[in-house]
């Protein structure tokens, strides 16, 4: 009798391994919204085309917006405007250079419809500066106005106000209405609900939110003037954010790593006044793992694709992604050298119809295409790993296990792709005629894996080709298998069955 083995609930790794070793990278779990063959799937993540290349060195993204309907991006110290020109039907990007921005780390953008402003917050290279790119020329110039009370932590934009909070500090300040060049010395206010410092704001629902390091205060526009913003009675969340360039706009909230008053991070989401949590236990104890800066410089990305609603979570050595119809995570990661490691890339913003993607290893600037399955050329290593299924303890004999697939997506041809970088060359292998899935497993609870046996998922046509493997001997209390696709096609993994015996 097969049994169905649950291969799409997406991360849950436990601290104890034969608890929960479940791992699920560059898959993205799926729950059909009607009937179908199976309650859960898993699609493969969407991959990356490259529409321009910026690089100067090894530059990365440190910023994007999109601003009259074209995207801004700061690549290294360089702030681009991406245009698009189509000609017989064939479309082309191209950066234009607008000009200098300083520092290293992270900027923060926002624009009024007519100007954009970037704020570059204090870092090692960087004391701190705001810039204005006027829309209608592309003229970029640095904010000097005597009254503007930076150095500046971030910015946003509200009725009309480019909004600034002030680094190291309690208060937060606006520009004249729809001018981010002029200031008033008394458009100041401060968040005094409680001691903590400011350390980034945001803007949802024309409620401005003033996030410091133990809580958040919500203000609104009260029409007075100077200093038109006013604390919100009550208005007070007592949850203080940690990594401030997780904020994001997601699911009609805002959405961020942070906690409450000697709490681990989290990801938490705000909206009316009111908190929820996005995050799992295992994504909690994740981020537990990480050290006070590496949390403080984690950062976020979100965007829509066919119904889903992702939200990125970047870390040193991985991204973890919730999406927000199937509430689920997963993981995503590139290729760096000749391993794997955080996904590549730093930021997505709309344009031209089409998801524009910043990038972090360098200055590539892309497409995110569901029907594109490298990224940048490069080949993504796909793997998940199930739950341990056991039988009550007992020893079990796995006669034989199917993963049914997506069959038939093999290329025409053989295509040559890179798959990593040894020494600054690139490595490459050639393949996708006929695309392999490769089953391992372990009796250890996830911690070694043995086998690496492949089966084709199908050349081009090959509809029904099964994927069964036979025989896979006995375990003495429980297994967790692990399906590997390092293909340059589609991958679709449909549902695994079992037949087990005692």
Same mark, same amino acid.
């Given at each position: 009798?097969?049994?169905?083995?649950?291969?799409?609930?997406?991360?849950?790794?436990?601290?104890?391994?034969?608890?929960?070793?479940? @791992?699920?990278?560059?898959?993205?779990?799926?729950?059909?919204?009607?009937?179908?063959?199976?309650?859960?799937?898993?699609?493969?993540?969407?991959?990356?085309?490259?529409?321009?290349?910026?690089?100067?060195?090894?530059?990365?993204? @440190?910023?994007?917006?999109?601003?009259?309907?074209?995207?801004?991006?700061?690549?290294?110290?360089?702030?681009?405007?991406?245009?698009? &020109?189509?000609?017989?039907?064939?479309?082309?990007?191209?950066?234009?250079?607008?000009?200098?921005?300083?520092?290293?780390?992270?900027?923060?953008?926002?624009?009024?419809?007519?100007?954009?402003?970037?704020?570059?917050?204090?870092?090692?290279?960087?004391?701190?500066?705001?810039?204005?790119?006027?829309?209608?020329?592309?003229?970029?110039?640095?904010?000097?106005?005597?009254?503007?009370?930076?150095?500046?932590?971030?910015?946003?934009?509200?009725?009309?106000?480019?909004?600034?909070?002030?680094?190291?500090?309690?208060?937060?300040?606006?520009?004249? *209405?729809?001018?981010?060049?002029?200031?008033?010395?008394?458009?100041?206010?401060?968040?005094?609900?409680?001691?903590?410092?400011?350390?980034?704001?945001?803007?949802?629902?024309?409620?401005?939110?003033?996030?410091?390091?133990?809580?958040?205060?919500?203000? @609104?526009? *009260?029409?007075?003037?100077?200093?038109?913003?006013?604390?919100?009675?009550?208005?007070?969340?007592?949850?203080?954010?940690?990594?401030?360039q997780t904020i994001k706009r997601y699911a009609g909230g805002l959405a961020f790593v942070g906690g409450a008053v000697d709490e681990s991070p989290a990801v938490w989401m705000v909206s009316g006044g009111q908190k929820n949590k996005l995050s799992t236990t295992a994504i909690?104890?994740?981020?537990?793992?990480?050290?006070?800066?590496?949390?403080?410089?984690?950062?976020?990305?979100?965007?829509?694709?066919?119904?889903?609603?992702?939200?990125?979570?970047?870390?040193?050595?991985?991204?973890?992604?919730?999406?927000?119809?199937?509430?689920?995570?997963?993981?995503?990661?590139?290729?760096?050298?000749?391993?794997?490691?955080?996904?590549?890339?730093?930021?997505?913003?709309?344009?031209?119809?089409?998801?524009?993607? #910043?990038?972090?290893?360098?200055?590539?600037?892309?497409?995110?295409?569901?029907?594109?399955?490298?990224?940048?050329?490069?080949?993504? @290593?796909?793997?998940?790993?199930?739950?341990?299924?056991?039988?009550?303890?007992?020893?079990?004999?796995?006669?034989?296990?199917?993963?049914?697939?997506?069959? #038939?997506?093999?290329?025409?041809?053989? *295509?040559?792709?890179?798959?990593?970088?040894?020494?600054?060359?690139?490595?490459?292998?050639?393949?996708?005629?006929?695309?392999?899935?490769?089953?391992?497993?372990?009796?250890?609870?996830?911690?070694?894996?043995k086998g690496g046996l492949s089966r084709s998922m199908g050349k081009i046509g090959e509809y029904s080709k099964r994927q069964i493997w036979n025989r896979l001997g006995r375990f003495s209390r429980s297994r967790v298998i692990m399906l590997e696709v390092s293909s340059p096609?589609?991958?679709? *993994?449909?549902?695994?069955? &079992?037949?087990?015996?005692?």
């Open positions: 009798m097969k049994t169905p083995l649950p291969i799409s609930n997406g991360f849950y790794v436990s601290d104890a391994l034969p608890i929960s070793a479940q @791992r699920c990278v560059n898959f993205k779990p799926n729950i059909p919204q009607a009937d179908a063959v199976t309650a859960d799937n898993l699609f493969n993540t969407e991959g990356l085309i490259e529409i321009a290349d910026l690089s100067n060195g090894n530059d990365f993204c @440190r910023g994007a917006h999109v601003a009259d309907g074209k995207p801004y991006l700061v690549i290294g110290n360089i702030i681009y405007r991406i245009d698009r &020109a189509i000609t017989d039907g064939v479309e082309s990007y191209s950066g234009v250079n607008l000009g200098t921005i300083a520092g290293e780390d992270r900027v923060y953008m926002a624009d009024n419809g007519s100007q954009l402003c970037i704020c570059a917050p204090p870092d090692d290279l960087n004391a701190g500066a705001s810039y204005i790119v006027t829309l209608s020329d592309g003229t970029l110039t640095t904010i000097t106005d005597p009254n503007f009370d930076g150095p500046a932590s971030s910015v946003v934009y509200s009725d009309g106000f480019f909004i600034f909070s002030k680094a190291n500090g309690k208060s937060f300040f606006n520009s004249s *209405i729809n001018d981010g060049l002029s200031y008033d010395a008394l458009d100041f206010s401060q968040a005094e609900a409680d001691p903590d410092d400011i350390r980034v704001l945001g803007v949802n629902k024309s409620q401005l939110y003033v996030f410091g390091s133990e809580t958040i205060q919500i203000f @609104r526009n *009260i029409g007075r003037s100077p200093a038109p913003y006013q604390g919100i009675p009550g208005g007070v969340i007592d949850l203080g954010i940690f990594a401030p909690d104890n994740e981020l537990s793992k990480l050290t006070d800066n590496e949390v403080s410089n984690l950062f976020s990305w979100v965007y829509g694709e066919s119904g889903s609603f992702f939200m990125g979570i970047t870390t040193p050595t991985t991204t973890y992604v919730y999406d927000l119809t199937t509430s689920r995570w997963h993981e995503r990661q590139s290729v760096f050298g000749d391993s794997l490691t955080r996904y590549r890339s730093s930021h997505f913003v709309t344009a031209y119809g089409k998801l524009i993607a #910043g990038d972090l290893q360098g200055g590539k600037v892309g497409i995110l295409s569901e029907d594109e399955y490298l990224e940048y050329g490069v080949l993504v @290593r796909r793997l998940v790993t199930s739950k341990p299924f056991d039988s009550m303890g007992n020893a079990v004999f796995l006669a034989s296990l199917e993963v049914v697939t997506e069959n #038939g997506v093999g290329l025409a041809n053989d *295509i040559t792709v890179q798959t990593g970088e040894v020494n600054n060359v690139a490595q490459t292998a050639t393949g996708g005629a006929d695309p392999q899935i490769t089953l391992s497993w372990s009796d250890d609870g996830g911690r070694s894996f096609t589609k991958a679709t *993994i449909i549902k695994v069955e &079992a037949d087990i015996s005692g």
